[in-house]
């Protein structure tokens, strides 16, 4: 029933910019909160950003804090990451999820109840 599909991924030069979009649907219209996370390659799944839906408050990973923004848009039920000044670091594949109940810790990857497919973000030099 619960339903994320990601887009927006794609080659880009360092120095470049990209935007993600997550379309979420189904129980996702209540959820609590959302979060992007990214899997490099050869590396374990990250935190990159989260929103809490109720407060409206974000969360950033310290390595994309001041160049990645988390946003949505209420009647798209979309939730956005404009990623600026990119990096080979910012590799890999990036992935939408969504908490439906109440979480304390969004930064962690067992926080969240589902999962989008993931959407492939190569930076070039």
């Known amino acids: 029933q619960v339903q994320l599909v990601e887009s927006g991924g794609g080659l880009v030069q360092a120095g470049g910019s990209l935007r993600l979009s997550c379309a979420a649907s189904?129980?996702?219209?209540?959820?609590?909160?959302m979060g992007w996370f990214r899997q490099g390659p050869g590396k374990e799944r990250e935190f990159v950003a989260a929103f809490r839906r109720g407060g409206g408050s974000t969360n950033y990973a310290d390595s994309v804090k001041g160049r990645f923004t988390i946003s949505t848009d209420k009647l798209k039920n979309t939730v956005y990451l404009q990623m600026n000044n990119l990096n080979s670091e910012d590799t890999g594949v990036y992935y939408c999820?969504?908490?439906?109940?109440?979480?304390?810790?969004?930064?962690?990857?067992?926080?969240?109840?589902?999962w989008g497919q993931g959407t492939q973000v190569t930076v070039s030099s």
């Open positions: 189904g129980r996702t219209l209540s959820s609590y909160a």
């Open positions: 999820a969504a908490a439906l109940t109440f979480r304390l810790v969004l930064t962690v990857a067992s926080a969240y109840d589902y």
